[in-house]
């Protein structure tokens, strides 16, 4: 789940509809391969793929058979772009987003129905209920700043201070897009603070004067600016960061990233995996997710990333860090069913009436 992802996603659509013609040609009605022997083509739609995923995952896949083509997008970006091909898919499996999406897919009747060989492996009660996604990894939705600016004494103690506290205008990373999974998920952390059943679209209106302020004060980053590398240099030394995004971004600026941890708690959302209905290639798309959600796959992920699997068998091979991370961390209290409900009326008001 990544941070103002580009609207421009991986594949041209020249690319996307030649695949699906392809793997048409290789299917029977049932989507069984003519050819057993040939690779099983998959297009995956994904915001889960930056900092090498996506070259990792297309390798280890075709080393078990799997030709995988993929779409990166932004989550809200992803979402969209689900929704409007719900009469002509092209992708045949989504992974990363968040439940939100999700739950939102499920009501639209986007997904195909399939219980994982490993469901049962995962922590209670992160898996949909009926079926129709599962959990794969969980991220903490973190504001990180430059320990080399700031301490755990001068850095700000929550989201609020921001905004509220003059010496951090300016000084920290405020969206101008909102397609991105993790920057929805800190305007819910924001806007759930403030809930109030008569207040416009379930917030109050002090929460929506709140997240104007939020708006207002900070540094908006260019098309093309990176936020880590304004973090590095004091561009912008405060920001939105999810937790397994952390690792590499230190290794690469040369900068160890501080965490807020807000008494209130952090936003969690979980990265889910699920089969797009009306896909020609379902026994494929069966076999990836079975393989892909596996506890040996999802172990070699967490090492490889810095992430924390759902996986419970795979947590013994995510790094001490990560884990440390983890269990130091309160988590917020969020109801997920109220942010899916709104999200997209929240983000539509922010973006008309809110940006300045």
Known sequence: MFLKKSSVFVLTSMLAIGLVTGCAKNNTSGGEAVNPNQPKKLVIYSNSVSDGRGDWLKEKAGAKGFQVEIVEGGGGDIANRLTAEKNNPVADVVFGLSAIDYENFKAQSLLEKYKPVWADEVTKGLNDKDDYYHSLVKQAILLIYNSNIYNENTAPKDWTDLWNKPEFH??????????????????????????????????????????????????????GEDFYANLASGKSPLGPMWSSGIATREE?????????KPAIGVPYTVEQVAIIKGTKNLQAAKEFIDWFGSAEVQGEWAKKFSSLPANEKALASAPQAIKDLDASLKVQNIDWAFVSKNINKWVEKIQLQLLP
């Not at 101008?176 to 209106?205: C, H, K, M, W």
């Not at 690469?252 to 807020?260: Q, S």
């Open 252 to 260: 690469k600026y040369g900068v160890r990233a501080g965490v807020v």
């Open 170 to 223: 300016n000084k920290y990373d405020a969206p101008s897009s909102f397609g991105g999974g993790t920057i929805r998920a800190v305007i819910a952390g924001i806007l759930v603070r403030y809930q109030d059943p008569n207040g416009e679209y379930g917030i109050s209106q002090q929460g929506w004067d709140e997240l104007k302020k939020y708006l207002k004060f900070g540094y908006h980053a260019a098309q």
